[in-house]
Nanobody, 124 residues
Framework: QVQLEESGGGLVQAGGSLRLSCAASGRTLSIYAVGWFRQAPGKERVFVAAISSNGRMTYYTDSVKGRFTISRDNAKNTVYLQMNSLKPEDTAVYYC?????????????????WGQGTQVTVSS
């Protein structure tokens, strides 16, 4: 069993940056691929980025490529999402999730464990 907790969300102006963290407890996160998803009000939860268990492979949805960077520190049992050049359309609740299967899945049902989410609001 893995417990995930996101942090680092907040209110930022367009063009600004935030770094989200996903800290794991209960079990080492190093054996899991990890994904970030987001859910805007009234919309479904969608894939943002993912990283393999060893950090060598990363995946991004097209709308965040070049702006967001996913990384991990397995010694700290933590995965990060650095978000730069934020836009109002990035506003959402951001969730991290752990996947015991192959990395890079964009499907929510592939992920075994989820955090509670952190709100990111980008003002124009």
């Amino acid at each position: 069993q893995v417990q995930l907790e996101e942090s680092g969300g907040g209110l930022v102006q367009a063009g600004g940056s935030l770094r989200l963290s996903c800290a794991a407890s209960g079990r080492t996160l190093s054996i899991y691929a990890v994904g970030w998803f987001r859910q805007a009000p009234g919309k479904e939860r969608v894939f943002v980025a993912a990283i393999s268990s060893n950090g060598r492979m990363t995946y991004y949805t097209d709308s965040v490529k070049g702006r967001f960077t996913i990384s991990r520190d397995n010694a700290k049992n933590t995965v990060y999402l650095q978000m730069n050049s934020l836009k109002p359309e990035d506003t959402a609740v951001y969730y991290c999730a752990a996947d015991s299967g192959p990395p890079g899945s964009r499907r929510t049902y592939h992920y075994d464990y989820w955090g509670q989410g952190t709100q990111v609001t980008v003002s124009s």
